[in-house]
């Protein structure tokens, strides 16, 4: 079992930056893929970011691309989100994801564990 805690979300002007946290439960954390996904008001939830295990691997969706980085600390059980130049369009609930296989993050499929999500509302 994996529990995932999101923080980090808030309010901010576009332009702004802001980083998002997911922690994780359990020991086996080093051995999952991690990613991040966003869910706007009423849309569907779409795939962010993801990370191998390793970190050695990561994907973004084209709408962050240069702008959010994602990475992890395996030895605090944390995954991260670093959002830059954000724009109103990025304002969501952001969700942390695990998984053991990376390609089922990015395929956006049936993830393994999901957190409850953390806001992010960027201002015009």
């Known amino acids: 079992q994996v529990q995932l805690v999101e923080s980090g979300g808030g309010l901010v002007q576009a332009g702004g930056s802001l980083r998002l946290s997911c922690a994780a439960s359990?020991?086996?954390?080093?051995?999952?893929?991690m990613g991040w996904f966003r869910q706007a008001p009423g849309k569907e939830r779409e795939f962010v970011a993801a990370i191998s295990w390793s970190g050695d691997n990561r994907y973004y969706a084209d709408s962050v691309k240069g702008r959010f980085t994602i990475s992890r600390d395996n030895a605090k059980n944390t995954v991260y989100l670093e959002m830059n130049s954000l724009k109103p369009e990025d304002t969501a609930v952001y969700y942390c994801?695990?998984?053991?296989?990376?390609?089922?993050?990015?395929?956006?499929?049936?993830?393994?564990?999901w957190g409850k999500g953390t806001l992010v509302t960027v201002s015009s």
């Open positions: 359990g020991r086996t954390f080093s051995s999952y893929a």
């Open positions: 994801a695990a998984d053991l296989k990376l390609h089922t993050i990015v395929a956006g499929t049936t993830v393994d564990y």
